[in-house]
């Protein structure tokens, strides 16, 4: 079954520190994998994706995430963490068909001061 | 530019009303996604409509959730029979094709 795993439901950092939010996914998942982030009260904004091509991407508030096939992973990462990141962070993957996402659970991530 | 509207961003209703939920997408996305958002499920992902293409119903929980999409434009979600298990974010999302959707900020549904 197609299926995405995110490791930690919750992920305390303080300010500066990295960020790592985890991510695999299940061999039957194509690899179009994608990272969105939620605030409050709020849809989903896309953080990254990965297609084809260089397996390591960057996207916005710099964040970034590498495809791994061999460990069937796509971890998030931010070499240092802002008190603007608290968010919750879902990892998605495209269903064989192309027709929808299949998410993960989500990370809630907090930061402190 | 716009982004993907919905509407309304609350909706507070009682048992066993209908409701209907709406999604005006970002003007040329061909392709428009309903997915509903609830504490114990997560996202999961309900319908999907691409151009004239006959829509991909298969995430639909019940027969008493039914979309349309007219003249590929603005979405129409409809529950019937509304029960208190379908208290969630109804979340629309569109795309120009296959790749990253970009999502509305969703629908509120609580039922009483």
């Known amino acids: 079954a197609q299926s995405v795993t995110q490791l930690g439901s919750h992920v305390s950092v303080s300010e500066g520190a990295l960020v790592l939010l985890r991510c695999n996914y299940s061999?039957?998942?194509?690899?179009?994998l994608f990272w969105y982030v939620q605030y409050p009260n709020q849809g989903l904004q896309l953080l990254l994706k990965?297609?084809?091509?260089?397996?390591l991407v960057k996207g916005i508030n710099g964040f970034e995430a590498e495809f791994k096939k061999s460990e069937t992973s796509f971890h998030l990462t931010k070499p240092s963490a802002h008190m603007s990141d608290a968010a919750e962070y879902f990892c998605?993957?495209?269903?064989?068909?192309?027709?929808?996402?299949?998410f993960g659970k989500g990370t809630t991530l907090s930061v402190s001061s | 530019g716009a982004g993907v509207s919905q509407s309304p961003s609350n909706k507070v209703t009682e048992k066993g009303k209908d409701v209907e939920l709406r999604c005006d997408p970002i003007?040329?996305?061909?392709?428009l996604y309903w997915y509903r958002q609830s504490l114990g499920q997560g996202l999961e992902f309900l319908i999907y409509f691409q151009g004239n293409s006959a829509p991909d119903k298969s995430g639909l929980p019940s027969d008493r959730f039914s979309a349309e999409r007219t003249g590929g434009s603005v979405s129409t979600l409809t529950i019937q029979r509304t029960q208190q298990e379908d208290s969630a974010v109804y979340l629309c999302?569109?795309?120009?094709?296959?790749?990253?959707?970009?999502f509305g900020d969703g629908t509120r549904l609580s039922i009483l």
């Open positions: 999302a569109s795309s120009p094709g296959p790749g990253p959707q970009h």
């Open positions: 990965y297609t084809t091509g260089a397996t």
């Open positions: 998605a993957g495209l269903n064989q068909a192309g027709t929808a996402l299949i």
């Open positions: 061999s039957s998942v194509p690899p179009y």
């Open positions: 003007s040329g996305h061909t392709a």
